[in-house]
C-alpha cells in the first residue's frame, strides 16, 4: 500500500460526512412525519428507510476509499475495481436480501417505507452535486509532469534560443548553396 493520496479522496469523505449528517437529520424527519401518518409503524418504516438509503449508498464511497489505498501497488487498478465490484455485489445482494425479508411485515408501513428511501437517494445525490460541484480538483490530477534533468545535456552545449530557420524540423536534408561569383574574370579565378 501507497501512502500518496489519490486526488479525489477528500471529495468522497466529504460526501460521505455530509451524507451522514443529512441522513441524521433526514431520519428525524422521515420518522416525524411517519409517526403523524401511520403511528408506531410509520416511525419503524421512515427510520429504517432512511438507515438503508445511508447505507446502501455509503458503501460505494466507502469502497472506493478503501480500495484508494493500494494507491500505486502494481495491482492497483485489479485491486480497485475488484473491491468496488464487490462493494456493489454486496449492496445487491444486501438489498435483495432485505427486500424479501421486509415484504409483508405488519409493521411496515409501505408508502412511508418507499418515500423515506427515495428522500434519502435525492438528498444524497443533492449532495454530490453540491460537494463535487465546489471541491476543486484538477483537470489533470494524480500526474507528474517530465522535468529536465542534467544528464540531457551535453557538457559545455548551450542550445540557441532561436533554432535558424535552416536547421528548423524538416530542413535538416537541404544543404545550404554556395555563392556563386557574377564575374568570371574574378581575381583567382582561371
Do not use: C
Not at 421486509?102 to 435525492?122: D, K, R, T, Y
Request: charged share 15%; no cysteine; glycine share 10%.
Amino acid at each position: 500500500m501507497s501512502p500518496s493520496p489519490v486526488s479525489s479522496n477528500p471529495i468522497l469523505r466529504r460526501t460521505l460526512i455530509w451524507s451522514a449528517l443529512s441522513m441524521v437529520i433526514l431520519a428525524v424527519v422521515a420518522g416525524t412525519v411517519g409517526f403523524l401518518v401511520g403511528g408506531g409503524e410509520g416511525l419503524v418504516s421512515g427510520l429504517l428507510g432512511v438507515v438503508l438509503a445511508m447505507l446502501f449508498l455509503g458503501i460505494t464511497g466507502l469502497s472506493i476509499l478503501i480500495a484508494n489505498r493500494w494507491f500505486g501497488d502494481p495491482l492497483y487498478v485489479q485491486l480497485f475495481f475488484a473491491i468496488v465490484l464487490g462493494g456493489w455485489l454486496l449492496k445487491l445482494g444486501l438489498f435483495v436480501v432485505v427486500m424479501i425479508v421486509l415484504s409483508g411485515q405488519p409493521w411496515i408501513h409501505p408508502m412511508v417505507f418507499f418515500l423515506s428511501i427515495v428522500a434519502g437517494v435525492i438528498v444524497s445525490l443533492a449532495i454530490d452535486v453540491l460537494v463535487l460541484t465546489k471541491m476543486r480538483l484538477p483537470n489533470v490530477s494524480d500526474a507528474s509532469l517530465p522535468t529536465e534533468a542534467p544528464e540531457d545535456r551535453a557538457p559545455g552545449v548551450q542550445l540557441p534560443p532561436v533554432v535558424p530557420e535552416d536547421r528548423a524540423p524538416g530542413r535538416h536534408h537541404i544543404v545550404p548553396e554556395k555563392p556563386v561569383d557574377e564575374d568570371p574574370a574574378a581575381p583567382g579565378r582561371s
